[in-house]
């Protein structure tokens, strides 16, 4: 297969940034984004583990609790393409990726490139579509390219989908299925904010400022700058023995039918190395993993029907995940 992009433009990586400045640029952009999100700050900073990890997030949650905020917001602060797909049951998969379409003047056909060609994707309710469309991004957002006509086409770098659904419960949902979910690297919910958190977001809705006024504080090839830097971030072989015994967990324990694939293995280990150096640290700890463990493993297994508990299915597999860390030696 061919191989090229849909705009044609070149790449190239500068030279890393010295660690203080590099310090110094996270913490803007994890302020700029504090400054819209209120209340609760650890959804940010696991958005922010997401896109240094070279990863996909999916924020779950309750309408009207900030989730499509806190992606616009992370899209609005770093100076790139940006696209927002609002998924309903009738889109098409070449809504998403794109279509091939005659050009009379050329007799050939040309391709239309949609808004998967981005450096953030927005897909908005993306369990109000059916499963055919869910899995155009499939290839996206696993090899960073699409294949339309036998043509395979690059995507941009960096290239991160942010999409948001609403609880399964839900009226209207479709259930992501277990391949889709597994190439998110995270999922995460927003949560209702306490009593200061919500009393803050009142006092910032009486002025047009927070979202609207965000300028970018990043550009799209120095988010792709750090993500290089987070692959050298140390990880001893101790933690990576951690690591492994939790996951060998997942996939004996009686109460999971799916345990969590190398490919989860693999983004606990990226997303380990991105909170370090959000933390300021070139080297990972042990409550790198374990505060990281629930976002990035809960929905990639699969709880088994044998499991009694009035909770429901994504919230047994959060306690699941729990115990799992709770029982599990953790490196000195």
Not at 234 to 262: C, Q
Request: glycine fraction near 6%; charge should be negative; hydrophobic fraction near 40%.
């Amino acid at each position: 297969m061919n191989k090229g992009t849909a705009t044609g433009e070149t790449r190239s990586t500068p030279e890393f940034a010295s660690t203080p400045e590099l310090r110094q640029s996270l913490q803007r952009l994890e302020q700029a984004l504090r400054r819209v999100i209120r209340g609760e700050g650890e959804p940010v900073r696991l958005a922010l583990v997401a896109l240094l990890s070279e990863g996909h997030l999916l924020i779950e949650d309750v309408p009207g609790v900030g989730k499509t905020t806190l992606a616009h917001t992370l899209a609005r602060s770093i100076d790139c393409q940006f696209q927002r797909v609002q998924f309903t049951s009738d889109l098409l998969p070449s809504d998403v990726i794109g279509i091939s379409v005659y050009n009379q003047h050329r007799e050939s056909f040309e391709f239309k490139p949609g808004p998967v060609f981005a450096n953030i994707l927005l897909a908005d309710e993306i369990n109000r579509t059916t499963p055919k469309t869910q899995s155009a991004l499939l290839e996206a957002m696993n090899e960073r390219q699409v294949t339309v006509d036998n043509q395979t086409y690059r995507l941009p770098e960096p290239f991160m989908v942010i999409a948001t659904q609403n609880p399964i419960e839900h009226h209207g949902t479709y259930p992501l299925p277990e391949s889709q979910l597994d190439r998110f690297l995270m999922r995460i919910r927003m949560g209702y904010p306490g009593w200061e958190g919500e009393r803050e977001i009142l006092r910032a809705s009486q002025h047009r400022d927070g979202l609207d006024a965000l300028e970018p504080v990043a550009h799209a090839q120095e988010i792709h700058q750090w993500q290089q830097v987070v692959r050298q971030v140390a990880v001893e072989d101790s933690l990576m023995d951690y690591l492994l015994r939790l996951v060998g967990k997942t996939r004996e324990h009686e109460h999971l039918a799916l345990g969590v694939s190398p490919r989860g293995s693999q983004s606990l280990f990226r997303a380990a190395q991105a909170l370090a150096l959000l933390e300021g640290r070139d080297y990972t700890i042990p409550d790198d993993f374990k505060r990281l463990a629930v976002s990035v493993f809960a929905h990639r297994v699969v709880v088994s029907t044998r499991y009694g508990s009035t909770l429901k299915k994504s919230e047994q597999a959060d306690t699941i995940i729990r115990d799992i860390l709770a029982s599990t030696d953790v490196p000195l």
